[in-house]
């Protein structure tokens, strides 16, 4: 597992965009598998999305044609593309990843698990979304 840095949140009205970074440091972010999940005011963590090391991507249904995750591996960068933003998006976003080869399923289903259970969740960026 991997301790990345998030940054692009911010405070946005309904319909606009936000576009998420998480930067990885060190060798061989094209092997990771990554993710991003949110805790929404009160909750726990959910996921978001996830993306394999052969760029492979999954979704939660509520986010559906509306989020792009995306990756730069010569940056080593993971982005999330918000698009028409809804006040329910509004959360702490962070990103995990790990260099076991999952399928995005996987990857968004076990991430969060771990980085749960060993409470390794990086800073984070919030995101809110109003109406």
């Known amino acids: 597992q991997v301790q990345p840095g998030e940054s692009g949140g911010g405070s946005v009205r309904t319909g606009e965009s936000l576009t998420l970074s998480c930067v990885v440091p060190?060798?061989?972010?094209?092997?990771?598998?990554m993710a991003w999940y949110r805790k929404p005011p009160g909750k726990q963590h959910e996921g978001v999305a996830a993306?394999?090391?052969?760029?492979?991507?999954t979704y939660v249904d509520s986010v559906k044609g509306r989020f792009t995750i995306s990756r730069d591996n010569v940056r080593n960068t993971l982005y999330l593309q918000m698009n028409n933003l809804k006040p329910e998006d509004t959360g702490m976003y962070y990103c995990?990843?790990?260099?076991?080869?999952?399928?995005?399923?996987?990857?968004?289903?076990?991430?969060?698990?771990?980085?749960?259970?060993?409470?390794?969740w990086g800073r984070g960026t919030q995101v809110t979304v109003s109406s």
């Open positions: 993306i394999d090391r052969d760029g492979g991507t």
């Open positions: 060190g060798d061989n972010f094209g092997a990771l598998a």
């Open positions: 995990a990843g790990d260099w076991i080869p999952y399928t995005p399923e996987q990857a968004l289903e076990t991430l969060g698990n771990w980085y749960a259970e060993n409470n390794s």
